[in-house]
C-alpha cells in the first residue's frame, strides 16, 4: 500500500524568536525589539575576519534580559533608551547567558531614540 510522506519527516528549521522569552541558543531573530538599558564602552576588534569597533550592551522587553553585542556603525548609532529592531540576527549562549547579535550578514536599526 502507497504511503505519503508526512511533513513531519522534513527538516524544519527553528522558528525564528521576537520575543526574549523565546530565545534558544544557535537560532535565527527576526524582528526582535528591545528598549536599550545600558551599553558598555567600545573596544576594537582584530582577528582575521573583522578589524572595528565592537560594545556589549544589555536590552529587554516585557518578557526578560537579553545581551546585545554591536559592531561597527551600530556602536555609534545605539544609545541607553533607544529601542531597536533586530531585523535578522543570532541568538547564542556565553558563559549560560543568552546574546544576540547580528553577526556579520544581519541588519538592526533604532526604530525610536531615545
Known sequence: ???????????????PANRIANLKPNTPVRNLELLMLRV???RMLVTD????PVAAACGRDDTGLVGVVLWAEQVDSVRPGDVIRIHSGWCRSR????????GRHGRLSVIRPS
Open 40 to 42: 558598555y564602552p567600545q
Open 95 to 102: 558563559d549560560g547567558a543568552l546574546v544576540i547579535s547580528t
Open 1 to 15: 500500500m502507497f504511503r505519503s510522506m508526512s511533513r513531519s519527516n522534513e527538516h524544519l528549521w527553528p522558528t
Open 49 to 52: 575576519s573583522y578589524a572595528g
